[in-house]
Structure formats: C-alpha cells, structure tokens
C-alpha cells in the first residue's frame, strides 16, 4: 500500500453522522437554491489553469451556475478574479471562455477597465450630471489563489486560507511538479444529471468492479486506502502495477502491464510466475530509467512512482495523478435546472526535460501523442453525453463508462 496515505490518527476526519440520501438532493429546485446559499460562495473553487494566465491581459471566464467570474492576468503579471459584470447595468463584460486583450470592455455601453479591473473609461463621461466615481464602478474583487498550477476562488471572505482549507493535500499533491506539466486536452461535456452524481462517482471504488473491468489488470481497487479529511475532501490510494486481489494471480503478466514493462526496458518473460513482482521492480527500473527518459523524480517515493493516487476536494474538483500525468476534472451545476451539469476535464503531462522523448507515455490511460508542441494550446472541445455515448467522442475509456452510468443514476 502506498506511502502516500495518511498514517496518524490526527490526519483522519471521522465521518458525519449518517444521513439519508435522498432523491431531492439531486432534483430538487430548493435543495439546488439551498446549495448557492451554503456550498458554491462559501468554499475555494478550481476556477482556471495558470498556464492559460501567463501573460499580461489574458484571461479566462469561470461560470458557475448563475455566477460569472472573470480571471484575469494584470500588468504586473499577478492573477486576480472578479465578477464578470459590468458596474454600470450589470451586463456580462466579457462573454468569450479565455483569450487575451488590452482592456476589458463592456459590449454594452463600452465602459472599459484595465486588467487590474479598474475602471478607467466612461464613453461620453461629462453627461453624467453626478459624475461617474471610478473607483467605486470598478470590477468588484473576488479571492484569488494559485496553488499546483489552479487557479482557485473563493466569494466568501471569511473563509481560511487556501492551503489551510486544503490542508494535508498539498504536501500529498506537491512532490508531483503538477504546476510543470503541460496541458494535453481540455474537455467539457454536458450530462443530463446533477453535479453531485459526478462527484459521488469519484468517491468510491465499489463501481470499479462492476463498470471499470480493465483496471483490474493492473491496480488492486479492493485493497485501496481512503483518507478523509477536513472540509470535506477524501483520497483514494490504489497499488498499481499488480493484480486484482479477488482474481487468481496470472501466471504471466497481463498485456496491458506488459506494455509499460517494455517501455521501462524490462522483459515480462522475466516474470513468469512472478507476477506480483512486478511492481517493486517498475519502481526501481522507472527510477533508474528517469534520467533517460528526462524526468525528474526526486521528488516522488518509490510507492508514487508505480501507483495511482487521486484527491475529490469539496464541492467539485476531481485530481488523478500518476508520476507523468495528472487529470483535473470539475462538475459545474446548471444555473437553472438541477438535472443537468457540465464535467470539464483537462489532461496534463510531464513533458520530458531537454524536450520530447521517443520513450513514450508510461501511463495507462490512452491519450494523444506526447511529442505534442507543447507551446500550443489545445483547442477546448465540448461536446454532449450522447456524443461519448454514440462513439463519436471519448475522455478515456474509463471515463466514457462513467458517462454511460450516470445518466441512468440520474434517472434512478
């Protein structure tokens, strides 16, 4: 098992006393109304990628529900965030998901503010008979952090800090360099279901059995840990490179297994037999391997370098990370109706350093070639549930199950 979970009993949260779980939570209009007044403003959010803010005047819009937050990259090259709305009559100032410009200016009436979000032009300004106060018509502020290479928000100023209110997770997250991988594809469908049957998908392991079948050939789900933690957020910690153990051990190992062997240099005929070798062995021969391969894995123990880990953080943000990549997936909850939701999921990779590697991936889910540019941003591809499920789209075969699930659960 992992070194990564946490061991003290101080790192636990116990649980809160059960409670039913019941239909309303998910289609309920009141139960929705109940969640803006307690959940969305009064928690961070995983509002944007820093690597899409680099530059002064780039920007990314983050729509939650009924809010629209601006995320934005000043002069001074400091990320900040407000709301998209216009101090004059409320319109939207910016309506494009990310891009880059001088000024935000409101299609509206034109009343424009810097990237900093003050106000600095009034069209036709001496025909106001009271005058226009600048400062106090700029673009209303919203907490802004940048944490692993998120950016993330919060509406409600008394709530901690951001890394207080992640708490262990970010010494569990960091050794990973997440801020130093690339974005390889940003994704965005929209599910006839609410946002909480995506969450609750991602915080047990009791479905991967049932809906998941080609991980048993290479994690061990029925011997992963679960770590709770303050706020709400959990963790599951999954042995990889290994068998199911509600399976007979393979005399030889598994195809899928097999592959990422050979990519390391070792000869599966080697374990014949062995099988649960294997995985103390990827550990030593990745290790060896890095400096080859042009990564850097100093930073991660040996359990890290085989294994799968992955953090749900209160209310909406999903992370699975293995040692060369990293998913980020968020559920974002219709403004209006409580049976729908967008699922974004943006998929990153840890560039070899000294540039692209002939060696290939070494993870196991299939992706776009990683000799990618990695100066050019993927496009955002959105597309609806009955896309992945006709074929014509896919975010992963695991996550292409998922999808097909949880419209039924929704429906349930």
Same mark, same amino acid.
């Given at each position: 098992?992992?070194?990564?979970?946490?061991?003290?009993?101080?790192?636990?949260?116990?649980?809160?006393?059960?409670?039913?779980?019941?239909?309303?939570?998910?289609? *309920?209009?009141?139960?929705?109304?109940? %969640?803006?007044?307690?959940?969305?403003?009064?928690?961070?959010?995983?509002?944007?990628?820093?690597? =899409?803010?680099?530059?002064?005047?780039?920007?990314?819009?983050?729509?939650?529900?009924?809010?629209?937050?601006?995320?934005?990259? #000043?002069?001074?090259?400091?990320?900040?965030?407000?709301?998209?709305?216009?101090?004059?009559?409320?319109?939207?100032?910016?309506?494009? =998901?990310?891009?880059?410009?001088?000024?935000?200016?409101?299609?509206?009436?034109?009343?424009?503010?810097?990237? *900093?979000?003050?106000?600095?032009?009034?069209?036709?300004?001496?025909?106001?008979?009271?005058?226009?106060?600048?400062? %106090?018509?700029?673009?209303?502020?919203?907490?802004?952090?940048?944490?692993?290479?998120?950016?993330?928000?919060?509406? #409600?100023? @008394?709530?901690?800090?951001?890394?207080?209110?992640?708490?262990?997770?970010?010494?569990?997250?960091?050794?990973?360099? $997440?801020?130093?991988?690339?974005?390889?594809?940003?994704?965005?469908?929209?599910?006839?279901?609410?946002?909480?049957?995506?969450?609750?998908?991602? +915080?047990?392991?009791?479905?991967?059995?049932? !809906?998941?079948?080609?991980?048993?050939?290479?994690? =061990?789900?029925?011997?992963?840990?679960?770590?709770?933690?303050?706020?709400?957020?959990? +963790?599951?910690?999954?042995?990889?490179? $290994?068998?199911?153990?509600?399976?007979? !051990?393979?005399?030889?190992?598994?195809?899928?297994?097999?592959?990422?062997?050979?990519?390391?240099?070792?000869?599966?005929? &080697?374990?014949?037999?062995?099988?649960?070798?294997?995985?103390?062995?990827?550990?030593?021969?990745?290790?060896?391997?890095?400096?080859?391969?042009?990564? =850097?894995?100093?930073?991660?123990?040996?359990?890290?370098?085989?294994?799968?880990?992955?953090?749900?953080?209160?209310?909406?943000?999903?992370?699975?990370?293995?040692? &060369?990549?990293?998913?980020?997936?968020?559920?974002?909850?219709?403004?209006?109706?409580?049976?729908?939701?967008?699922?974004?999921?943006?998929?990153?990779?840890?560039?070899?350093?000294?540039?692209?590697?002939?060696?290939?991936?070494? *993870?196991?889910?299939?992706?776009?070639?990683?000799?990618?540019?990695?100066?050019?941003?993927?496009?955002?591809?959105?597309?609806?549930?009955?896309?992945?499920?006709?074929?014509?789209?896919?975010?992963? !075969?695991?996550?292409?199950?998922?999808?097909?699930?949880?419209? @039924?659960?929704?429906?349930?």
């Amino acid at each position: 098992m992992t070194d990564l979970a946490p061991r003290s009993e101080a790192d636990w949260e116990s649980p809160a006393p059960q409670r039913p779980i019941t239909a309303h939570r998910y289609t *309920s209009a009141d139960y929705m109304a109940h %969640e803006w007044d307690r959940v969305w403003p009064r928690t961070w959010l995983f509002a944007a990628l820093a690597c =899409d803010l680099t530059e002064p005047g780039e920007y990314v819009v983050f729509n939650i529900g009924h809010e629209s937050i601006l995320v934005a990259c #000043d002069d001074d090259g400091t990320i900040g965030a407000f709301y998209n709305v216009c101090q004059h009559r409320g319109a939207r100032v910016m309506v494009n =998901d990310r891009g880059w410009v001088k000024n935000f200016v409101c299609p509206y009436h034109g009343w424009a503010y810097d990237t *900093s979000g003050t106000l600095t032009v009034v069209p036709d300004e001496e025909r106001f008979s009271t005058g226009v106060p600048c400062d %106090e018509r700029s673009l209303k502020p919203i907490r802004c952090e940048v944490w692993a290479g998120m950016v993330w928000v919060c509406m #409600d100023d @008394d709530v901690p800090p951001l890394r207080d209110y992640l708490g262990p997770l970010v010494d569990l997250i960091e050794p990973y360099r $997440t801020q130093d991988m690339t974005l390889i594809t940003d994704q965005t469908v929209s599910l006839h279901c609410n946002w909480k049957a995506v969450f609750d998908n991602f +915080g047990e392991l009791y479905l991967v059995e049932h !809906i998941h079948p080609q991980h048993a050939t290479i994690f =061990d789900c029925p011997t992963a840990e679960v770590g709770l933690y303050r706020h709400g957020h959990t +963790g599951v910690f999954i042995d990889g490179f $290994t068998v199911n153990t509600k399976l007979p !051990i393979p005399e030889m190992p598994t195809p899928h297994m097999a592959a990422q062997m050979k990519m390391l240099g070792m000869d599966p005929e &080697d374990y014949r037999g062995r099988v649960l070798d294997v995985r103390k062995d990827v550990q030593a021969a990745r290790r060896q391997a890095g400096p080859a391969l042009g990564y =850097d894995y100093g930073r991660l123990t040996d359990d890290q370098l085989s294994d799968i880990v992955q953090f749900n953080f209160f209310p909406n943000t999903m992370i699975t990370i293995q040692p &060369d990549d990293m998913l980020i997936m968020r559920a974002r909850p219709h403004p209006t109706d409580p049976n729908q939701c967008w699922w974004d999921k943006f998929t990153f990779m840890m560039m070899p350093e000294g540039g692209a590697s002939s060696a290939g991936s070494l *993870s196991f889910t299939p992706r776009k070639d990683p000799r990618v540019d990695p100066d050019e941003r993927p496009r955002h591809d959105s597309f609806t549930q009955e896309q992945i499920i006709s074929g014509e789209k896919t975010m992963t !075969i695991t996550i292409d199950q998922d999808i097909h699930l949880i419209r @039924d659960v929704q429906a349930g």
